[in-house]
T-cell receptor, first 111, second 112 residues
Framework: QKEVEQNSGPLSVPEGAIASLNCTYSDRGSQSFFWYRQYSGKSPELIMFIYSNGDKEDGRFTAQLNKASQYVSLLIRDSQPSDSATYLCAVTPAAGNKLTFGGGTRVLVKP | EADIYQTPRYLVIGTGKKITLECSQTMGHDKMYWYQQDPGMELHLIHYSYGVNSTEKGDLSSESTVSRIRTEHFPLTLESARPSHTSQYLC???????????FGPGTRLTVL
């Protein structure tokens, strides 16, 4: 089992709809959780981070964390074609100094 | 402005050549990382450093080596490049264990 798992997609979403991305992690002691967006051929850029259970909203993005169920999700409201990218979930495990990345979910927003 | 710099951005080189990919940062961060990523594929951690004179191998076995003589600088060296080394190499920095990790723009390496 991978430490951080994501559905590879592609997740196809009509323009203006909500895109829902999920990520599960295996280390129950994980402390911090990040979502990155990566356009093809570019480096990952941070969208959001979340540390506590519940929801965190930033513009059109909402991160949701449920530590008991060991999942973190990302909602993209009013999806735009410019949101088409691969979204990476990353987790700081309880031990160690490295972020653990999932394989990413590819999102396609169709006009 | 605090930033992460990688040079060169693109490199095409012949088999057997020695190459050094540069990464420097003005973020003031202690922790630095090198990732390798093939197009459309996962990120793989190949080296990391917690500070000056500290280097560790990552999760993916790599024939490259790194050094950390200065806080700001974390170069990656391939002694003898091979076509299997063709990939994108991403440098990243981070301050605390729970802090955000930031990525540089990457170096796209092609070995012929």
């Amino acid at each position: 089992q991978k430490e951080v798992e994501q559905n590879s997609g592609p997740l196809s979403v009509p323009e203006g709809a909500i895109a829902s991305l999920n990520c599960t992690y295996s280390d129950r002691g994980s402390q911090s959780f990040f979502w990155y967006r990566q356009y093809s051929g570019k480096s990952p850029e941070l969208i959001m981070f979340i540390y506590s259970n519940g929801d965190k909203e930033d513009g059109r993005f909402t991160a949701q964390l449920n530590k008991a169920s060991q999942y973190v999700s990302l909602l993209i409201r009013d999806s735009q074609p410019s949101d088409s990218a691969t979204y990476l979930c990353a987790v700081t495990p309880a031990a160690g100094n490295k972020l653990t990345f999932g394989g990413g979910t590819r999102v396609l927003v169709k006009p | 402005e605090a930033d992460i710099y990688q040079t060169p951005r693109y490199l095409v080189i012949g088999t057997g050549k020695k190459i050094t990919l540069e990464c420097s940062q003005t973020m003031g961060h202690d922790k630095m990382y090198w990732y390798q990523q093939d197009p459309g594929m996962e990120l793989h951690l190949i080296h990391y450093s917690y500070g000056v004179n500290s280097t560790e191998k990552g999760d993916l076995s790599s024939e490259s080596t790194v050094s950390r003589i200065r806080t700001e600088h974390f170069p990656l060296t391939l002694e003898s490049a091979r076509p299997s080394h063709t990939s994108q190499y991403l440098c990243a920095t981070r301050q605390g264990l729970s802090d955000t990790q930031y990525f540089g723009p990457g170096t796209r390496l092609t070995v012929l």
